[in-house]
């Protein structure tokens, strides 16, 4: 039957809260649509290109990892802001943010993404692959821009990037949840509203594409994970010392930082 009847849910507070997720999402997106629009076809020069390049593997991870940590930054906003979030406790909003902000990250950045010339939004201009050569990890650069890519295709709305992104956050299956439960009535709050938005464009048949982006969202971060180890390894002073403290917070366990004592 009709899965309302399930939760007192009246359409009036499903609206409010679409509407509030979506000016969350507006407010902490850290650059508009529009705004990239106007940039889409500032690409790299050649010689731009060239400096990229004769980076140092550590000198662009670092580079990249202070981008990264500013897109988290505005991540955590973002998810304060999420229904549910704030009354969780400290412990799980970060467990949730450890394994989650990552995969939002990867979703805003299919936002600055140009599917005709294959480049990403990064560093004030579109980049394409070939400037993230130093990095030396040509599978996740691949893997990053081929997911850009397939949730380009998807067309989503700013509504539906909003409410998706919220999903990714609240996950109850994440590890090392102290109240799941909880987590689980905030996601399955988040779950109707999704699908009412959907119903209401029409597009229902989204919902099992938006579930399989997930799937490919954990994938990319394991990998993102299997590289920040292998940089930490060949790299240690960089990615202890250098890397921007919240960096280290959300991505590496102290597994894998075990040489500098505390
Ligand atoms: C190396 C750790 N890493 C990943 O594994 C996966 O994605 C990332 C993204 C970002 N940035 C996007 C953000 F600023 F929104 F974070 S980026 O420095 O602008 C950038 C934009 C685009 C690409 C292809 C890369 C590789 C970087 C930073 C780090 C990673």
Redesign the pocket.
């Known amino acids: 039957e009709d899965s309302y009847s399930l939760y007192p849910h009246s359409l009036q507070s499903l609206d409010d809260m679409c509407a509030s997720i979506v000016r969350s999402h507006r407010e902490t997106s850290?650059y508009r649509v529009e705004e990239l629009q106007v940039l889409r076809w500032k690409l790299y020069s050649r010689e731009e290109i060239q400096v990229y390049q004769s980076k140092s593997v550590d000198e662009m991870?670092q580079?990249?990892?202070?981008?990264?940590?500013?897109?988290?930054q505005y991540v955590v906003e973002f998810a304060k802001q999420i229904p549910g979030f704030r009354t969780l406790s400290q412990n799980d909003q970060i467990a949730l943010l450890k394994t989650g902000s990552?995969e939002v990250?990867?979703v805003?950045?299919s936002r600055?993404f140009n599917a005709e010339n294959n480049s990403?939004?990064?560093?004030g201009k579109f980049?394409g692959?070939e400037?993230?050569k130093s990095?030396a990890?040509g599978d996740?650069?691949t893997a990053?821009?081929d997911f850009?890519h397939g949730m380009c295709a998807l067309k989503l709305s700013e509504q539906q990037i909003a409410l998706f992104s919220a999903l990714v956050l609240i996950n109850a299956d994440r590890p090392c949840l102290e109240d799941r439960g909880r987590v689980q009535r905030a996601q399955r709050s988040l779950e109707f509203g999704l699908r009412h938005i959907l119903h209401r464009d029409n597009q229902e048949s989204l919902m099992h594409k938006l579930n399989q982006r997930m799937a490919v969202l954990r994938s990319?971060?394991s990998?993102?994970m299997e590289?920040?180890q292998w940089?930490s390894q060949h790299y240690p002073l960089t990615a202890h010392i250098l890397f921007p403290p919240l960096y280290k917070e959300l991505f590496a366990s102290e597994a894998e930082l075990p040489m500098i004592p505390k």
């Open positions: 850290q991870w580079h990249c990892a202070s981008r990264l940590t500013d897109a988290v990552m990250v990867l805003r950045m600055f990403v939004f990064f560093d980049a692959v400037v993230f990095l990890c996740l650069i990053v821009f850009a990319l971060c990998l993102h590289k920040l940089f």
